[in-house]
């Protein structure tokens, strides 16, 4: 049977529903942010973990210009090597029926009459490609939806200068490629990107890569040590044009999951506290007045011969309750929200399976981290009645006691009226719970300023990418190095209003010990297309002499403007040129240094050679552009930056606009909480005098006033706050997301500061409201027939 | 000054507030002036507690946020011609107090910064319900005389509720409630001082 103590929990419990529920949504967002993060977290890494391992997922990572197979015996024979893959893996353009613009692919070779050692692919439907079949691939699984290919379906791509039609016979994932983006794209576009792969035999064939290979891939023993493998394959390789070995952490697709990663860890470490601590607040407020309102009732339980655990249990038991709800919307929630964000990363990740992982553990540390917050809100005030005297708490409390301004220097009255010095003197009453109530509103200030950021910071990355560095319409991309003809031949395609030539190649750059491997672009004297600026972004001349590196670089470095640095150049046996630093460039995505196409050709001592050529583009002749381009042998990648950009912007603005959801729902909650919480605690302490206002002929408006100062200030003071607290969140955002891929700007325009702070106070004002219908219903008689 | 006399549940309370504005009555008619009360809405009601009515209660109802000067005042914030708060202060003896804050003061001058801040809009009717029913007889008889003073100074129309039937003779007129209906009306030939009271 129940108890009578626990009948009256009930009781109470549905007195104060409508600030318990305000709670457990509070506590909700806690939990459901726990689950969100934690739960997104383990299904990413655990099911990037179960593919690695099963289809061996390579440790280290290098390629070369040509390079004889026969050092795989001696690259086999280096200490903590368990396995090692030699490929060929050749950049080309591919020709979709259906599609005007070329698409970019990279065709990869696997092994003949074996199955490979490292980077084996899931075979999702089909087969894998025959030994000697020339015209058979095997395509990456997102490239073939993106175009609705099945194995049976065609398509051309221009390799080694020749147009070769390819047939699919299956559709594949690989380890490797689990995210995968294009040349000069900033997000995977499905559609424009394809992996491929053939046989060995074939690709070798197709390349004149007979017994050689570029690229290679091993898995590493436990505790191997990886620099010293690597450092061992640099040595292998440097005399064919080895760029430098590679690991995990600079393998492309694994770095982007690494960096995703690393967010849902901030995520999971930084947003649940909030609200844990937000409802922490919250129980000590409403349990502390609740039991100021029961004093005599314990005395009384007390008197009865009620123990201090049963009567300590019996508010204990109300908060859980409130754990328990919040808990169980958090849960809802949390699985519901997982699964979404698990939904949206199977979009740019490419598993086998990716499930949004639900284990009882997560729901149990969800439940212990809930419960224990709000337990440790509660204990202050459960203490407080426990140790207190039966005889002590049958009295009522003394009457509450207030203080002039300045210890009575200083007479408000002067300046406020009698209403608005009582709003005040309640809030210098109670200091600590109204600096509480401000640091809790502007929490949710503060989450909007970092969610909302996004939208300034996105933009000015994409202005300064796309409309001030990179200002061409497409890059063009040579299959090798090829000589000023080539810049003609570019010159003279349809559509070209302008080209400018460019030179790259893969380099260490080395600063005593620290070292970075990235690669050099060589610009024309007055590049105009491509720009290099600075970091109030005034464009920098491309340097005749010396080298103006990005950011990142001089950070990583060390290096500051006059400094020298060393640059082995990878592909020319590792000959070091040694340059002096001329500026530091402004750059948001890779490592970049820059040099005037002249110094880069007489640093590599082999002639006047380009790279590739960025074009402008009449856009009336696109499609004979497209044309010409899949025509034209030389060229092994096209990058189109409108394309780029739109794609980049359009993926983006998705997900900022599904996490700003998620973030104004969350804000929306805490300011609710704190606010109506607080204006209810306020209006049961006050509820007598406010009453007595009423019966001296105060209006219902000016009554509430009262209320309403106290709020209003509690809310406005929460602006500045949350300001600066958002921007410290948003700051270490930005620092989060910080890597050699890319970083994003940390810019805040000032209607982000103005929208966070509008969101909230219009939630803060309903939030009053719904407690001002109250302050309506005052029982005028009732309060004045009792005595405090 | 008129005394209201009866039992608990006799309906003294009841006829104080609904003459004050704080109650409507279920049947009847009550007129304040020319103005029928019964007919009012809320915030005519408002109104007419605000312009013309002040109002003492048993446990002081004072603004603990407030100082005594300033619980005074927030009347006059409000009220169409008041008197000065210190005259009012003044009037009820508590002009060496007006700073203290309702916690650091007795029972009595509590009810005196009350009384003070009932009458300093000068209402045309006073209404007390069981004025002196916390406080010991000494403090009562000093808020009695606090009452009788203003009652003959400003003239105010004064009711006063109480148990105690001693103090029915400093009134002029005093009304008896039994059951819900008034049993007995009888005016006082002669009054007597607060002082005189028998607790």
């Known amino acids: 049977m129940i108890s009578v103590l626990d009948k009256k929990l009930l009781r109470d419990l549905r007195h104060l529903w409508a600030q318990a529920l305000a709670i457990a949504l509070v506590m909700a967002c806690g939990a459901a942010t726990i689950i969100l993060a934690v739960g997104s977290y383990r299904s990413l890494e655990e099911t990037r973990g179960a593919f690695y391992d099963r ?95 099945v194995p049976g379906d065609h ?41 491929f792969f053939m046989s060995e035999n074939a690709l070798s064939g197709l390349f004149n890569m007979e017994n050689s290979f570029n690229d290679l891939s091993a898995t590493t023993m436990r505790n191997a040590g990886i620099k010293q493998i690597m450092g061992d394959i640099d040595d292998l390789l440097k005399p064919y044009g080895g760029v430098g070995a590679y690991d995990r952490e600079d393998q492309i697709s694994n770095a982007f999951l690494d960096a995703e990663l690393e967010q849902l860890r901030a995520m999971a470490s930084v947003i649940p506290p909030i609200f844990l601590f937000v409802s922490a607040f919250l129980v000590n407020m409403i349990l502390s007045r609740l039991i100021t309102l029961e004093r005599e009732q314990v005395g009384l339980l007390k008197a009865l011969g009620y123990g201090n655990i049963a009567i300590g249990g019996h508010y204990a038991k109300l908060v859980i309750v409130i754990a328990i709800v919040g808990l169980v919307f958090g849960s809802g929630a949390g699985f519901w929200l997982g699964r979404g964000l698990t939904r949206l990363f199977a979009n740019f990740y490419s598993f086998p399976f990716l499930l949004f992982k639900q284990s009882l553990d997560l729901y149990a540390l969800a439940a212990g981290v809930t419960i224990t917050a709000s337990l440790t809100g509660a204990v202050k005030s459960i203490w407080a009645i426990v140790v207190l005297p039966p005889a002590v708490a049958m009295r009522p409390k003394a009457p509450t006691r207030y203080k002039s301004f300045f210890a009575g220097r200083f007479n408000p009255t002067r300046f406020f009226s009698q209403l608005t010095t009582m709003a005040f003197r309640h809030i210098f009453r109670r200091p600590i719970r109204f600096a509480m109530t401000t640091f809790g509103t502007s929490l ?58 460019f030179r790259t190649t893969s380099v260490k750059l080395r600063n005593e010990h620290f070292e970075v491997q990235m690669s050099i672009v060589g610009l024309p004297k007055e590049s105009d297309l491509s720009r290099i600026l600075d970091h109030n972004l005034a464009p920098l001349d491309p340097p005749r002499k010396g080298l103006v590196i990005s950011e990142r670089v001089a950070e990583k470095l060390r290096l500051r403007p006059g400094d020298m640095v060393d640059v082995e150049l990878t592909k020319l046996n590792g000959r070091i040129a040694r340059l002096p630093i001329t500026g530091i460039a402004q750059s948001y995505v890779g490592l970049t240094a820059y040099m005037s196409l002249d110094a880069f050709n007489r640093m590599m001592r082999d002639g006047q050679w380009i790279s590739g050529v960025r074009i402008k583009i009449d856009d009336h002749k696109l499609d004979k552009l497209y044309k010409a381009v899949k025509e034209t042998p030389i060229i092994s990648s096209i990058a189109l930056q409108n394309i780029s950009r739109d794609k980049f912007r359009e993926t983006i603005e998705q997900n900022i606009t599904t996490m700003t959801s998620v973030y104004v729902a969350l804000a929306v909650i805490i300011t609710f909480g704190v606010v109506y919480n607080s204006a209810r605690i306020q209006l049961s302490e006050r509820a007598r005098e406010l009453a007595s206002l009423r019966v001296f002929g105060f209006t219902r408006a000016e009554v509430s ?84 | 000054m008129t005394v209201l006399l009866g039992p608990s549940g006799s309906g003294k309370s009841t006829f104080l507030n609904i003459v004050g504005g704080l109650d409507q009555a279920t049947s009847g008619t009550v007129f304040f002036k020319d103005t029928e009360l019964t007919s009012c809405n809320e915030r005519q009601l408002t109104r007419y507690r605000r ?103 400003l003239g105010t129309t004064t009711a006063i509720i109480t148990h105690n039937a001693g103090i029915q003779q400093i009134a002029h007129r005093v009304i008896s409630f039994l059951d819900g209906r008034i049993s007995n009306i009888h005016e006082n030939s002669s009054r007597i001082k607060p002082a005189e009271v028998v607790w």
């Open chain 2, 51 to 153: 312009d013309h009515v002040g109002f003492v209660f048993q446990f002081y109802n004072l603004i603990p946020s407030l100082t005594a000067w300033e619980n005074v005042a927030l009347v006059t914030e409000v009220a169409k011609s008041p008197m000065r708060v210190d005259d009012a202060l003044a009037l009820v003896g508590l002009e060496n107090r007006m700073t203290h804050f309702p916690a650091e003061l007795s029972g009595g001058e509590q009810q005196r910064v009350a009384i003070a801040r009932a009458i300093v809009k000068r209402p045309e009717v006073l209404l007390c319900d069981e004025p002196t029913g916390a406080l010991d007889s000494k403090t009562g008889i000093v808020v009695l005389e606090a009452l009788s003073k203003i009652n003959e100074d």
């Open chain 1, 55 to 149: 289809y061996r997922f390579g440790s280290v990572f290098a390629s070369a210009v040509r390079a004889p197979t026969h050092l795989k015996s001696r690259i086999e024979a280096i200490s903590g090597i368990s396995g090692v893959e030699l490929r060929i893996v050749e950049p080309v353009l591919l020709d979709v029926v259906g599609m005007k613009e070329p698409a970019s692919g990279l065709a990869i070779s696997i092994p003949d009459h074996r199955d490979a050692k490292v980077n084996r692919l899931y075979l999702r439907k089909g087969r894998l490609p025959e030994p000697n079949r020339g015209t058979e691939v095997a395509v990456i699984e997102t490239f073939a939806k993106a175009h609705g290919f």
């Open chain 1, 155 to 195: 398509f051309s791509a221009i390799i080694n200068g020749k147009k070769q039609e390819l047939d699919i016979v299956g559709l594949v994932l690989s380890p490797e490629h689990i995210y995968s983006i294009g040349p000069g794209d900033m997000v995977p576009d499905p559609k424009r990107f394809g992996v």
């Open chain 1, 705 to 788: 006033r009262v209320l309403m100062i106290e709020l209003a200030a509690i809310v406005l003071l929460a602006q500045p706050l949350g300001w600066s607290l958002g921007y410290m969140f948003a700051w270490s955002v930005v620092q989060g997301f910080e890597s050699d891929l890319y970083r994003i700007p940390l810019i805040i325009n000032t209607d982000t500061f103005a929208w966070s702070s509008i969101i909230v106070m219009i939630a803060a004002v309903l939030s009053a409201l719904i407690v001002r219908r109250r302050v309506d219903r005052l029982d005028l008689i009732q309060v004045l027939k009792t005595r405090e």
């Open chain 1, 444 to 501: 949710s200030v503060a989450l909007l300023v970092a969610a909302l950021f996004s939208y300034d910071s996105i933009d000015h990355m994409i202005d300064t990418i796309f409309f001030q560095i990179d200002r061409q319409d497409a890059t063009l991309t040579f299959v090798d190095d090829r000589g000023q003809r080539a810049l003609l031949n570019v010159v003279a395609l349809p559509g070209v209003i302008k080209a400018e030539p």
